[in-house]
């Protein structure tokens, strides 16, 4: 057996030929199989497979490898033999090595998450970066602002490999005493050596150490000051009325006018020493009664607070009394203010099926008095609305559904995690899960009593630290109180094209309710393939009195039901 070509080159996405000749030296028909073995075998394939060859005669085949335009076919040169083994005669068998290079190609993609913060000294991004080529990229590092007000650290080089990573982005700058936010957009340049750069262009929202109030208190202060000096000045230079009536009478009366004010004064230390003997005890002064002082009992802050928010600019921020640090936050995504049904969306942006464009939200950074809220990764469509929920103990009861909160994360390289020691969680519980770090949305896999194993939502491995905070509540509800929420599990239609939502009905349900929902794989568990397949995030796409539509948005289009644990709260 002869090939005409033992050294191949070939591009990612297009093919390289060899043309294998096998020759039968011998007395009768042969019929040969061919095989290709080597490094650059998962790229190969033969036609025809077998070769039928005639004694004295020959017969060739195509040998053709095909490596993609991914990371799956990585630059470089790999080895190969091909092989023809005699289906006829045992033992003849022929063959011939050769090598295979593949040339590289670069197609490197960045994301900056989120693409606006809010805060004042120092605020943290992520840059989210995707290796779709087939070789190791050595990328320089960059940011820069117009203005030159902020300070952006970032590593100065990466190596990166095919596949994702994420490069952390500190941002500080330096706010004003006094005033309004201001908006100050910034660039991060990455550049792959020999290559074009890429930028991504974000923002940074820098509030003032105290806002605008004092601007407009102080005024009214000084008016105030002003005012009370001017009273305390007047009262202190006029004659006091009693003086002012002795000095007259003595002017006019002469010594007669003494003798009535020594008669006035004498008649007043009678009286007083007649009040004084009259005291029980011998002419001891009566003790006073003790003031007692009415103390106000402090006002015990609500356990939990809900409601609704609206990105704009790609971040939002929401004012909550008293945020404390182990205050737990909880998001979903609310489609009620888009009014883009039908649009044809042309990037790779998340929609649902009816092309209303979505994202899948975390919380981003928190203060004393609020807490913002951005796209776990990339950006966000205007008008994107939320519902939240934020619980500030670790355990109590939401509208009589007793609950149980808490934090976990998912480490770097890992898919899931298992969350235990939850005393109240059982497989019946609804699990409601929020992002706080990292550029993974992440789902519910499995429930078990006194926990449960949450996971990245695409299957995959994170590619960084992924910290989520989590609420296990009991959907029957043991509680006492008012019907202010309502728990439990439920499913979407696959795709949702042209079929109508499907409507979560319950009578706690109202046109302001917080819905919160979470992907939730557990009934999958005993599918294989589906547990480990990735799941698509869900979001209300509208709600009123009674009840929720709630829809699946993806890139790629779900054929199957996305079960869901949701909880709503009045």
């Given amino acids: 057996m002869e090939l005409d070509v033992t050294d191949l080159a070939a591009e990612p996405g297009t093919g390289a030929h060899a043309r294998a000749t096998v020759h039968n030296t011998g007395t009768r028909v042969e019929r040969f199989a061919l095989t290709v073995t080597g490094t650059a075998a998962r790229w190969a394939a033969v036609d025809p497979g077998e070769l039928t060859v005639y004694p004295g005669d020959a017969a060739t085949a195509t040998v053709t490898f095909t490596p993609p335009r991914s990371p799956a076919g990585p630059a470089g040169t790999w080895d190969f033999v091909v092989a023809a083994a005699s289906m006829v005669s045992g ?22 998450s989120p693409a606006a913060s809010r805060g004042g000294v120092r605020t943290r991004h992520s840059l989210m970066l995707e290796n779709q080529g087939n070789a190791p990229e050595d990328l320089r590092l960059g940011a820069t602002d117009a203005e030159n007000e902020l300070r952006i650290g970032l590593p100065a080089q990466v190596r990166l490999d095919p596949g994702r990573a994420t490069v952390p982005v ?23 050596a020999g290559e074009p750069p890429v930028t991504v262009e974000g923002t940074r929202i820098v509030t003032p150490r105290f806002g605008r109030w004092p601007l407009i208190v102080a005024p009214v202060l000084v008016v105030a000051l002003v005012a009370g000096v001017l009273a305390l000045t007047r009262s202190s230079t006029g004659p006091p009325a009693t003086a002012g009536a002795g000095s007259t009478a003595a002017a006019d009366g002469g010594d007669g006018g003494s003798d009535t004010t020594a008669t006035e004064k004498a008649t007043e230390e009678g009286t007083k020493k007649a009040e004084n003997s009259a005291a029980p005890g011998g002419g001891a002064k009566p003790t006073p009664k003790a003031t007692v002082k009415k103390t106000q009992k402090p006002v015990t802050p609500p356990a939990y607070v809900a409601g609704k928010g609206e990105l704009t600019g790609g971040v939002a921020e929401v004012a909550v009394r008293n945020l404390a640090s182990g205050t737990r936050i909880f998001l979903t995504p609310d489609l009620t203010a888009i009014t883009m049904a ?6 790779d942006r998340p929609r649902t099926g009816g092309n209303f464009p979505a994202a899948a939200l975390r919380v981003t950074g928190r203060e004393k008095s609020s807490f913002q809220v951005g796209p776990v990764t990339g950006d966000s469509p205007d008008g994107l609305r939320f519902s939240y929920l934020v619980v500030d103990r670790q355990r109590g009861t939401l509208g009589g559904l007793p609950y149980e909160a808490g934090s976990a994360r998912i480490g770097t390289g890992q898919q899931r995690v298992q969350v235990s020691g939850i005393e109240t969680a059982t497989p019946d519980s609804v699990i409601i899960l929020t992002v706080r770090e990292g550029g993974q949305a992440v789902r519910i896999d499995d429930k078990e009593q006194g926990g449960f194993i949450a996971s990245t939502l695409d299957a995959s491995a994170a590619t960084a630290e992924v910290a989520f905070d989590y609420l296990v509540v009991d959907p029957a509800g043991d509680g006492k109180g008012q019907a202010k929420a309502a728990a439990g599990l439920a499913r979407t239609v ?23 929902l979470t992907p939730d794989a557990t009934s999958y568990r005993d599918d294989a393939g589906l547990y480990a397949s990735a799941l698509t995030d869900v979001c209300v796409l509208s709600q009123g009195d009674g009840f929720a539509e709630v829809e699946p948005f993806y890139t790629r289009r779900p054929f199957v039901k996305i079960p869901y644990d949701w909880l709503v709260v009045t």
């Fill in 494 to 516: 696959p795709g949702n094209v042209g079929v109508a939502a499907p409507r979560l009905e319950h009578d706690v349900i109202g046109p302001r309710s917080a819905v919160l």
């Fill in 91 to 112: 033992g003849l068998r022929d063959d011939v090595p050769g090598r295979l290079t593949i040339g590289r190609f670069h197609a490197l993609k960045a994301v900056l």
């Fill in 342 to 347: 039908g649009t044809t969306i042309g990037d």
């Fill in 170 to 192: 500190e941002v500080g700058a330096a706010p004003a005493t006094f005033g309004m936010p201001k908006r100050v957009p910034f660039t991060v340049v990455v550049t792959p």
